[in-house]
């Protein structure tokens, strides 16, 4: 059987052998069908059960070209997974074909497919240009010509181009020209003199019409300015010019120059030159000078892409008469593509006991270029059981040639290189990893050697996150793989109260709702457990990441909201535009852009006095203060972060504007605020004072009674014949030689006419103490303590 094969793009088939003669089925679809449309029952077509196709793990292979038609193995037909343009595939080429093929395993073989492309009437007959301007003289000769772009239509068959319609026909007539190789020249012809004098400017409108149904159509609007006597039209020198150029050259190459000549003198005989419209867009990659005809390389010149291009120049002189040529530009093929070696399917794992020729892969081998360039040869590496067999042009298989035993060869890496014959010679080369599996000795293989998985905190508690997977090389039972969360613990908890994965599947569940602000991440080990006796296990580390949400609003560090006292930043009358007032310190415990905040001056008394940064929350002056602005600003600061949707915080600034102390206490004195105020440290006071006085009295009681004690106890000692003991009262230190107290209490109260500015002094066992209380700050006790050992006997009196 002959097997041509050519691009995706243009038309290509071939038929695959392997050990048997497989099917080939035929379809044929509209272009542009909707997706999910059924293109034909396969399994049908090609015999096969719906149960093959699942076990086979049927597939659609197409090779590096887009996938435009899917399987259902669920139904056993083909679905149009794609939208499909026959233009965009397979240009002018018809006819225009998809060939794939189905893909099984177990055993593996594949059927090929072909879908046929028909055209549908979705394109209009377009002109490059919306209008052309022609210069004619009136003494034109009956019978001039004059070129006229070619309307292109991309449609192909009755779709495409039909006619063309000239109107009004008054003094011009269309001829249309083809050529040979499939090109056409379309020509307005001069019918009737025309005659400056009575008609300086004739419009015209040329309209290009196909053949489909509904029938469309494109337009060009010809305008002709008729000039004094110009009889002589310009002359080629040649009809057709040849020229050849190596694909990849460089651009502003010239590859040939064309020349025409015209007996008129003057402006008359004055000749520009210009490329026309092509259905190849051989001006995209073309340019003329329109003085000396030299053509130029503006764009790339692939091989792959066109092998030649067919360029229409016009000459034109300033009388507006004008002649045609064609360049026809041969592409010469280099070596500049490797082949490429695509995979279609192969076994990660065969049995030792495998039969010879036992295919392992199924390869297609592509080379773009021509000739010799494009012809490859493939082959492995040696000390391997396998050998490359070429079963189709472009297709190829590895088959087992010899007989396995794992106890001698576990794994075998086969590398496949393809190179052209083409000077200097290209290549490339896969490598597939084939392991020859035994009994139970292979542990299950995760896919990945470690795994990493994200979840949004705030999660609802049985949420999936995400699946391990583990294969096992041995077979039935002993590739039974169950999965295991292993005992470990995160920050002192059981992991197992944080995750937990299905035995079957390997899918991990969040057990709890996880907080971001708590815990950013944590590992734990999953292990695959095979059913095998002994059975096998491996581990894998999991580590999940926790994904911030904005659930935190910013908190304000400063300036510091106190509900009683009040703070004010001062700002002096003499601050200039963009003095410093002060900055609104604020975090937000989130992370990323839910962190990032914002500034903005919500409310103001002066809105003209006072702007924010945006960024850095700094508050300055945004223009000279007055004598006329109030002493007391109140600015209320709105902090915003940048989450979805934005939390925000609110804080109040107090300015002072004044120069002075005095006029900012007067100014911001609340005196229903101060008699509160003042009414309760005097309470408190009174009570710290009658606390203290109470402990005074007791230990005093409690002193006297030791000495009582002591005296009496002296006295019968010393009435008695037995050995004084002495006695020791608990907590009692012979501190520099004896005494029971070894510190004096001290007590002192100081009252001033106003108690807020009292100071209150007591004492404790060897200390002195004071307690501060600042109007400036609410609640603030300092504490200073000095050791001081005032008595230096025991029966030193207590001194007030």
Known sequence: MSIQTMRWQVLFSFVLHISAVLGQVSYSVPEEMPSGNVVGNIALDLGLDIKRLKSGRARVYAGDSAGYIELNKERGVLLIKDRIDREAICRQTTPCALHFQIILENPMEFNSVTVEITDINDNPPTFEKEEVRFKISESAVIGGKFVLDRAIDLDVGKNGLLRYELTPTDNFVLKRDNHGDGTEKTEMILQKPLDREKEEFIALVLTAFDGGDPQMSGTI??????????????????????????????????????????????????????????????????????????????????????????????????????????????????????????VMSKSNVISEYSKLNTVVAMMNVQDP????????????????????????????????????????????????????????????????????????????????????????????????????????????????????????????VPVSSYVSVSADSGVIHAVRSFDYEQIKDFKFHVKA???????????????????????????????????????????PRSADVGYLVTKVVAVDVDSGQNAWLSYKLKKATDRALFEVGLQNGEIRTIRQVTDKDAVKQRLTVIVEDNGQPSRSATVIVNVAVADSF??????????????????????????????????????????????????????????????????????????????TLPHVYNYEVCRTTDSRKSDCKFGTVGSQNVLIMDPSSTGTMQRIQSEKNILDEPDSPLEV
């Open 369 to 492: 270029d021509s000739n010799e360039n494009g012809k490859v040869n493939c082959f492995i590496n040696e000390n391997t059981p396998l050998t490359i067999l070429s079963t189709s042009n472009n297709f190829y298989s590895l088959v087992t040639d010899s007989e396995l035993d794992r106890e001698k060869a576990s794994e075998y890496n086969i590398t496949v290189t393809c190179s052209d014959e083409g000077m200097p010679s290209l290549s490339s080369s896969v490598t597939l990893t084939l392991q020859i599996s035994d009994v139970n000795d292979n542990a299950p293989v995760f896919e990945r050697s470690s795994y990493e998985a994200y979840i949004v905190e705030n999660n609802t508690p049985g949420l999936s996150i995400f699946t391990v997977k583990a294969t096992d090389a041995d077979w039935n039972q002993n590739a039974r793989v169950s999965y295991i969360l292993e005992d470990s613990s995160v920050n002192g």
């Open 529 to 571: 457990q095979d059913g095998g006796s002994p059975p096998l296990s491996s581990n894998v580390t999991v580590k999940i990441l926790i994904q911030d949400q904005n659930d935190n609003p910013p908190q304000v560090l400063y300036p510091v909201q106190t509900g009683g006292s009040v703070v004010a930043e001062m700002v």
């Open 662 to 739: 005095p006029e900012v206490l007067s100014e911001f004195t609340d005196f229903t605020h101060d008699k509160e105020y003042n009414d309760n440290l005097t309470f408190y006071l009174v009570l710290a004072l009658a606390v203290v006085s109470f402990l005074f009295i007791t230990c005093l009681v409690v002193i006297i009674s030791v000495k009582i004690y002591r005296w009496r106890q002296s006295r019968i000692l010393y009435h008695s014949n037995l050995p004084v003991i002495p006695y020791y009262p608990p907590r009692y230190s012979d501190t520099l030689g004896a005494g």
């Open 221 to 342: 609007r010809i305008f002709i300015t008729v000039l004094d006597a110009n009889d002589n039209a310009p002359v080629f020198t040649q009809s057709t010019y040849t020229a050849t150029v190596f694909e990849n050259v460089d651009e502003g190459t010239v590859i040939t120059s064309v020349s025409a000549s015209d007996a008129d003198d003057g402006a008359n005989g004055r000749i520009k030159y210009s490329i026309t419209n092509s259905l190849d867009q051989a001006h995209t990659l073309f340019r003329i000078n329109e003085d000396s005809g030299e053509i130029k390389i503006i764009g790339s010149i692939d091989y792959e892409n066109a092998r030649n291009y067919r360029i229409n120049i016009r000459a034109s002189d300033d009388g507006g008469l004008t002649d045609s040529c064609k360049v026809i530009v041969e592409v010469v093929d280099m070596n500049d593509n490797k082949p490429t070696i695509d």
